[in-house]
């Protein structure tokens, strides 16, 4: 087995103020290949993405309200995206990276806390009047 695929454990200290998440993050990237990825699989997932934010503007702005008035907040954030998209494709694509991320975490709050039950009310004893 060459070094690179044997474990490398140090016991948990912490060097220079770093947590353990950030020596793991560093101990990774040491024994990342030199460059990181391949220059075309980043061309390719920076193209995917931004055809993909592209695409999902242009549908969300055809499928917006016709009839909106001018103050309608739906028609407003669509134009305000078509503008976007139209200016600078890498905010847009960014802007919705951001959006996307906030719509899950609030997704997973609201799954986490309908899965905690409320605690069961104590029942009340019968009182008998005086």
């Given at each position: ?32 290949l030199p ?91 019968a009182?008998?009047?005086?």
């Amino acid at each position: 087995m060459s070094d690179a695929f044997q474990p490398h454990f140090e016991t948990p200290v912490r060097h220079s103020g770093l947590s353990p998440l950030a020596l793991l993050n560093r101990d990774l990237a040491a024994r990342a290949l030199p460059g990181g990825e391949l220059r075309s699989v980043r061309g390719f997932r920076e193209a995917w993405s931004r055809m993909s934010a592209e695409d999902e503007v242009t549908q969300a702005v055809q499928h917006g309200p016709e009839n909106a008035g001018p103050l309608n907040s739906h028609r407003l954030v669509l134009h305000t995206l078509a503008l976007m998209r139209d200016l600078s494709p890498d905010y847009l694509r960014r802007f919705l990276l951001q959006a996307d991320a906030l719509l899950w975490l609030e997704q997973a709050q609201s799954k986490a806390q309908a899965s905690v039950k409320p605690p069961a009310a104590k029942p009340r004893s019968a009182r008998t009047p005086k």
